[in-house]
């Protein structure tokens, strides 16, 4: 165990929306410390959003934020040692791990996608998210509420 809680990074906003998730979410997407491309490809995919979502009356930044809400886990299973025996434990998730398990998984899912670039990819991520189809992104999430009612042992 650590002797002192390591201390929390401040994030600066991101230059075009003034977000802190925007940067937090660029971050992840970074590949080998280049973050002006990381910001390019996510700008980019934003505007290729905005082009496919032009009925939708919200901005292309709302509607990558109602994908990642969409597509965030609100219960995981972990894995708890009772009487020697190993059960598969759902836990509610906390907050801030919430927001980082769906920003990684729209990244993971993006890159596996097929498609020409990976802005095109992220956006076609951004918008099946958006309208809640393709629900791989939340695979912990159908395990974990199979066996929310047959534990009795949820506390840890």
Do not use: C, H
């Not at 992220?122 to 809640?132: K, R």
């Not at 629900?135 to 395990?143: D, F, G, V, W, Y």
């Amino acid at each position: 165990m650590r002797k002192a809680k390591p201390k929390k990074r401040i994030l600066l906003p991101d230059p075009k929306f003034s977000d802190v998730a925007v940067t937090r979410f660029v971050n992840n997407l970074m590949l080998d410390g280049k973050k002006s491309i990381a910001y390019t490809i996510f700008y980019d995919s934003l505007e290729l959003v905005g082009k496919k979502m032009k009925d939708a009356d919200k901005s292309p930044l709302e509607v990558w934020k109602q994908a990642l809400e969409n597509i965030t886990p609100q219960v995981e299973v972990k894995s708890k040692r009772i009487g020697g025996a190993t059960f598969q434990v759902p836990m509610e998730v906390r907050p801030e791990r919430k927001i980082s398990i769906s920003m990684k998984n729209l990244v993971l899912y993006s890159r596996k996608r097929a498609g020409k670039t990976m802005a095109e990819k992220l956006a076609a991520e951004i918008v099946d998210a958006y309208n809640q189809q393709d629900s791989k992104e939340s695979a912990l999430k159908p395990s974990a509420l199979r066996r929310w009612g047959s534990v009795a042992v949820t506390d840890s």
